[in-house]
């Protein structure tokens, strides 16, 4: 159960990403995050209102700091889809993503089995073969290291939100959306940038709401089901449909290596499925 939920987080965080990439390039990049986190938080909101929950103070605590860490990431993502290639910079921000709820995860307890480490094991060679630049491709180092940067809160934001009690319900993923509005808002007042939505393309961003709603609570639940390390690195994934989206869409070529990349993913899934 864990892997399915985190496979349809990865699909969800992947489909996001591809639409706050495109809308990106002709709005601000700090706009789009606002309008999309705001979008997120009112699914979320609305979604809470059906389900059963029994919040602990912990609960509203983790959720806020995961929406930290959730809205700095979205914040430096969208910028560096902004400018870079998008086949490029979404899968740079899964390397972060991925290494940093896996190292506090095996610190903290978790113990997956000798074929689930081989699926994580193998899924960074994936992301990083997914990642791949060529001459022609370059995005230049903008955009790779706002992808990194945007890899690391991801990955806070993954950690966090693993903390939260099965039985809090989405109240507190509500409140983790919220605050991810107030990074953006103040990552973009820090670096001086323009966050109110003056664009009327930015408010297309509201359509990624559904999206980014559905991926946190798809696995919120999913590290209910299973372990933190393992849950992650599924959820880390999401480049693979951005480069697909990419390649369909944007006609964006999927080189020899990310071909392999996407390969060495579903062996990666395959394995600790299997485990």
């Not at 998008?86 to 896996?102: H, K, N, R, Y």
Request: with cysteine.
């Amino acid at each position: 159960m864990a892997i399915v939920l985190a496979l349809i987080s990865a699909v969800a965080y992947g489909i996001s990403d591809f639409v706050g990439g495109v809308i990106s390039k002709r709005a601000s990049p700090w706009q789009v995050a606002v309008v999309g986190q705001s979008s997120s938080t009112v699914c979320v909101l609305i979604a809470a209102v059906f389900v059963e929950s029994h919040p602990q103070p912990s609960d509203w605590f983790w959720g806020a700091i995961a929406g930290l860490g959730g809205g700095f990431g979205a914040a430096f993502l969208y910028r560096g889809l902004s400018s870079g290639r998008m086949g490029v910079v979404a899968p740079i921000s899964a390397i972060g993503s991925a290494l940093v709820p896996v190292a506090v995860g095996l610190i903290t307890g978790d113990r997956p089995s000798t074929l689930a480490v081989a699926g994580i094991v193998l899924t960074f060679p994936a992301i990083y073969l997914i990642s791949h630049v060529t001459e022609s491709s370059s995005t230049g180092h903008g955009g790779a290291l706002d992808g990194a940067i945007a890899g690391l809160g991801f990955g806070f934001l993954f950690v966090f939100l693993g903390q939260v009690g099965s039985d809090a319900g989405l109240y507190p993923l509500a409140l983790a959306q919220l605050f991810s509005v107030l990074a953006v808002i103040l990552t973009a007042t820090a670096l001086g940038a323009t966050w109110v939505p003056r664009n009327r393309r930015a408010w297309n961003a509201v359509a990624m709401g559904p999206l980014g709603a559905s991926a946190t609570g798809f696995f919120l639940y999913a590290t209910h089901h299973g372990l933190l390390s393992i849950v992650s690195v599924i959820a880390a994934l999401y480049p693979a449909s951005t480069v697909f989206l990419a390649a369909a869409v944007l006609r964006e070529r999927i080189h020899q290596p990310q071909a392999v990349g996407l390969a060495f993913a579903a062996m990666a899934v395959a394995l600790v499925a299997v485990g």
